[in-house]
């Protein structure tokens, strides 16, 4: 059993940044691939990024890609997203999640999931 918690989540204008962490429980937790996701009002959950339990290998969607920086700190039970040149269309819940093996950007993969962070961008 893996606990997460989201936090980092806010209110920031266009163009700022905001740094996400997703904390776990367990002492497994460097077994694990995360992933970062998003769900915006009455649109379904999609994926934004993972990272491989060393932190070797990350994965981004393209709306993301040189914008947002997956990281983890496994001293720490801890993985960050950060996110710099934020648009209006970034605003969601930002939900990670952790499964064994590689990471992936399918929900079903994931086994593990936090209660999820609002990040709002105002234009």
């Known amino acids: 059993q893996v606990q997460l918690v989201e936090s980092g989540g806010g209110l920031v204008q266009a163009g700022g940044s905001l740094r996400l962490s997703c904390a776990a429980s367990?002492?497994?937790?460097?077994?694990?691939?995360v992933g970062w996701f998003r769900q915006a009002p009455d649109k379904e959950r999609v994926f934004v990024a993972t990272?491989?339990?060393?932190?070797?290998?990350?994965l981004y969607a393209d709306s993301v890609k040189g914008r947002f920086t997956i990281s983890r700190d496994n001293a720490k039970n801890t993985v960050y997203l950060q996110m710099n040149s934020l648009k209006p269309e970034d605003t969601a819940v930002y939900y990670c999640?952790?499964?064994?093996?590689?990471?992936?950007?399918?929900?079903?993969?994931?086994?593990?999931w936090g209660q999820g962070t609002q990040v709002t961008v105002s234009s």
């Open positions: 999640a952790v499964r064994i093996g590689f990471g992936a950007s399918d929900t079903t993969a994931y086994n593990y």
């Open positions: 367990g002492r497994t937790f460097s077994s694990y691939a």
């Open positions: 990272i491989n339990w060393s932190g070797g290998r990350t």
